[in-house]
Every structure is written in structure tokens, then in C-alpha cells.
């Protein structure tokens, strides 16, 4: 279901839910029952997950403004080192 905007002259804006595709141009009022035109207004789309939009903001502000990284991020304790035999045959820079 989606949600329609209409504008009747005597009463102002009102709101009717149809099935998307379903609405015409036209609807009565449901206070005065006078013939109100629809109006376009913009879709309410819902953002989704706060923590998915943060990281798309910041890689938007980051593609003219790139955020300069001086060093590591402060952390607790020495640098971690692996033990697995296999990551020392790996190839160093």
C-alpha cells in the first residue's frame, strides 16, 4: 500500500492509501466530499541501517576531502604478530 497526497480547495491537504499504481488523478474529499486534485510529492524511502548510512556519508565526504591517516590508529598494547609458519613465507615489501 502506498500512501497518496491530495489537495481539496475548501479543506487543504489530505492523505489516502491505495495500491501502488492504483490512485487517480482525482479523489473526493472525505470532509466536504469536493473533488481534489493529487499531488506529487517526493517517495518517503526509509534510510535503513544508521550505521550503513554513516559509512556511506563518510566515504562521500571523503571522495573530495580525503581524510589524511598519519600513522596507526592509537590502540592498547605492541603490535600483534603471527605465529602461523605460513604468513613468514609470505612475500615482505
Given at each position: ?9 475548501e479543506c487543504g491537504d489530505f492523505d489516502v492509501r491505495a ?75
Open positions: 500500500m502506498v500512501t497518496y497526497s491530495y489537495r481539496c480547495r495500491p501502488m499504481g492504483r490512485a487517480t488523478a482525482r479523489c473526493s474529499c472525505p470532509r466536504c466530499g469536493a473533488s481534489a486534485a493529487r499531488r506529487f510529492t517526493v517517495p518517503l524511502v526509509r534510510r535503513g541501517d544508521p550505521a550503513v548510512w554513516r559509512a556511506v556519508e563518510s566515504a562521500e565526504r571523503s571522495a573530495e576531502r580525503p581524510e589524511v591517516v598519519s600513522g596507526p590508529p592509537p590502540g592498547p598494547g605492541a603490535v600483534r604478530v603471527s605465529r602461523d609458519p605460513r604468513h613468514a613465507r609470505l612475500p615482505r615489501p
